[in-house]
């Protein structure tokens, strides 16, 4: 039923058996059933942005900024593939025992494809980063792994939150973001051009804020000009919830209740995530909307349930058994993503460790034995979670190394709730430190403390960040154990930029999901070698960035940013050095060999970037192709990258793509800058166009 036209005819045909009372009922997220056309209940709402969400038992992956940080197109596509067997699994269990609510359906809005514009932005570990086009790559290969290749959907995925929308989360229920023409062309819109086009996603799911001054779930420019009328999208358009409610008590774009839920009709919304679509019958009365506008909704959303199978007796994914969930496979997956997002951001030689000179290590701080710091948000329930001090004690104790605990100090003050002073470990912290023969730091935040607005339990500002540090009870933390440490190596769990002082070594963690405790170990004693990269640029502070609200890219991301970045985008260490050889341009693709030149097998990540040679490009090259290859000790392997179909192109002030009169080319492992060239030790090769 992946023909989209049959499954379109069998909609139409459904929906002409309606009342205009029942076509209605169809469109909220919440839909009931109509027991004499033998349709049953719909929750539409669901969540697997890094697993199955908020629905009971799941395989936990890294957060998505995580998956990002991998740098590997055909991985991310697996670990979709497996997150959309899970949920038909976990759908054929509940809904033949009549469980149909919330997180329950097969309609999953993920991936979150906004841009990481700002690291103040408490919601940007639920994207990418910051670049459009590893953006637009993941995002394909994501949803076409939720969507599957078979019959029918396997899931039906969703690119959001449709448009330019990255903080502030305070502000977003009456926030306008302004941005040019040309930011969104370029920065702003292609990655969601990009998974209509590519990836045929089956749903686009507005954002709370106005653009350009109209409310997103309701933009005649967005949904209507851009997204049906331009790219040709032919699937289902939901609202973010209860976000059209906002346009008449936020934005003030609309007066009532009705003239809101007819705004959003009118211009292509079809599903209301909330209940202001409950007065879309209010809206006909009043004449602002047409029965034919229902109508059309309605068709829309049984077109995709159609293509589901959700009506079909030979759907292939019905034999899904509910022991597909939650396997050793999928654990072992989901070990493998986590050992592969983290980044080694710096070290001095201490690692990897020997287990036979380590006699006595210390794990220290808030989120050593932390499994909030393993989730991220938007995440299920893991039944195996190895928190990071359980994997180091499980490694250590393999190898008759001691491990020490201690907390160290509490994640932020205000958790304590009076219980503790913020400081009352640090003396056991560092009498821990003083007799080990190395101390494991593990410091940062988890999704209380950047994450959604409304999130409860967060201390900046509804979810966002008000600077690049970690909290003040951490940093006095911090500044204990590098005077009593002998070796200190500071593990990092956050979804955004962080400027953390200290340590002879870093890893920058993410929230690894399930196993990042298992992944820990591994790295730090050279079980496995570091090879995930920076998906975002990291900056020593925000005071170096233009204000929240401003939406210019102007002076953001790596691509505009004039400063001196902490780590770059891209960037990333690893336990062995590389080489790249013979770099050749082939049509749409660039070949070239990598060496391992060190003692131990890794992954090299294959970057290339574009500097075109036009008064429009911008600041800095630009990404335009990535591969990940695994590279044993002392070989080479020759890989071929493919690049940008836009390679070659910029974009101009009035929003237009226009070719460039040059391209040059760099193929290197980081970004070509002289500060990256410098911490990766490897030279790019320079191929003129």
């Not at 560092?430 to 410091?443: K, L, P, Q, R, W």
């Not at 340590?503 to 298992?518: C, L, M, R, V």
Request: glycine share 8%.
């Amino acid at each position: 039923m992946r023909d989209r036209t049959e499954a379109a005819s069998l909609a139409r045909e459904l929906v002409s058996r309606m009342t205009l009372e029942e076509k209605a009922s169809q469109l909220k997220y919440d839909a009931p059933a109509i027991p004499r056309l033998n349709i049953p209940a719909y929750n539409w709402w669901n969540e697997v942005l890094h697993g199955v969400a908020r629905a009971g038992t799941a395989t936990v992956f890294p957060q998505a900024i995580g998956l990002a940080a991998m740098f590997d197109e055909d991985f991310q596509e697996e670990i979709a593939s497996v997150i959309s067997q899970e949920a038909r699994a976990k759908y054929n269990g509940q809904s033949r025992h009549g469980d149909r609510d919330i997180y329950k359906g097969l309609t999953v809005w993920s991936p979150n494809i906004n841009i990481f514009r700002d690291p103040r932005w408490g919601r940007g570990h639920e994207t990418y980063g910051e670049d459009p086009y590893l953006t637009s790559r993941l995002g394909i290969r994501f949803i076409k792994g939720l969507q599957g290749d078979g019959k029918y959907l396997k899931t039906a995925a969703c690119s959001k939150h449709f448009a330019v929308h990255s903080g502030p989360e305070a502000l977003r229920h009456h926030f306008d973001a302004v941005a040019s023409p040309r930011d969104m062309a370029e920065t702003y819109l292609p990655a969601f051009e990009a998974t209509v086009k590519e990836a045929e996603v089956e749903s686009v799911m507005g954002a709370y804020n106005r653009v350009n001054g109209e409310p997103a779930c309701g933009s005649e420019t967005l949904l209507k000009k851009t997204l049906r009328d331009k790219w040709g999208f032919r699937g289902h358009v939901v609202s973010d919830c209860w976000a059209i409610r906002d346009f008449h008590e936020n934005h003030k774009v609309t007066a009532t209740a009705p003239e809101s839920a007819a705004l959003a009709m009118k211009n292509g919304c079809d599903l209301n995530c909330g209940n202001t679509y409950l007065h879309i019958l209010e809206a006909l009365q009043e004449g602002l909307i047409t029965e034919e506008m229902i109508t059309t909704a309605c068709e829309r959303l049984f077109t995709t349930r159609f293509l589901l199978g959700l009506f079909a007796d030979d759907c292939e994914y019905d034999r899904i058994p509910v022991t597909d969930n939650d396997t050793d496979a999928h654990a072992a997956l989901a070990l493998k993503a986590a050992e592969k997002s983290m980044v080694l951001l710096e070290n001095d030689g201490v690692l990897p460790l020997d287990p036979a000179q380590v006699k006595t290590v210390a794990v220290i701080g808030p989120n050593a034995d932390s499994v909030m710091a393993l989730e991220g948000n938007y995440n299920g329930t893991s039944s195996r979670y190895v928190t990071f001090l359980e994997g180091i004690r499980e490694y250590c104790g393999k190898h008759g190394i001691r491990v020490l605990y201690s907390l160290g100090c509490h994640l932020f003050k205000d958790r304590t709730s009076g219980l503790a002073q913020a400081d009352d470990r640090l003396a056991e912290a560092a009498m821990y430190a003083e007799v080990a023969d190395v101390t494991i730091a593990c410091v940062g935040l988890d999704a209380g403390l950047e994450g959604e607005e409304g999130d409860t339990g967060n201390e900046y500002f509804s979810g966002d960040k008000k600077d690049l540090l970690i909290p003040e009870s951490q940093r006095r933390l911090m500044e204990t154990l590098q005077k009593s440490a002998r070796k200190l190596v500071t593990v990092i769990a956050a979804g955004s930029a962080l400027n953390v002082e200290g340590g002879n070594a870093k890893i920058f963690a993410w929230y690894p999901g399930q196993a990042g405790g298992t992944a820990l170990a591994e790295l730090l004693f050279g079980e496995k070698n570091p090879g995930g990269h920076l998906p975002l640029t990291f900056y020593r502070s925000v005071d170096e960035l233009p204000d929240f609200e401003d939406y210019s890219m102007k002076n953001r991301t790596y691509r505009y940013f004039t400063g001196t970045p902490l780590y770059p985008f891209g960037f990333g260490l690893s336990y062995t050095t590389w080489k790249l050889e013979g770099a050749e341009r082939n049509n749409g693709s660039v070949g070239v060999t990598v060496r391992n030149t060190g003692s131990m097998d890794g992954d090299a990540v294959i970057q290339i970037y574009e500097a075109c040679d036009s008064p429009f490009a911008p600041v800095h090259p630009r990404l335009s192709g990535f591969a990940r290859v695994e590279v044993p000790a002392g070989e080479k392997r020759t890989v071929q990258v493919k690049l940008d179909r836009l390679t070659g192109t910029v974009v101009n002030e009035q929003g237009e793509r226009v070719s460039a009169s040059a391209v040059t080319y760099y193929v290197g492992m980081s970004q070509p800058d002289p500060l990256s060239v410098k911490m990766t030790g490897v030279e790019p090769i320079v191929l003129k166009d």
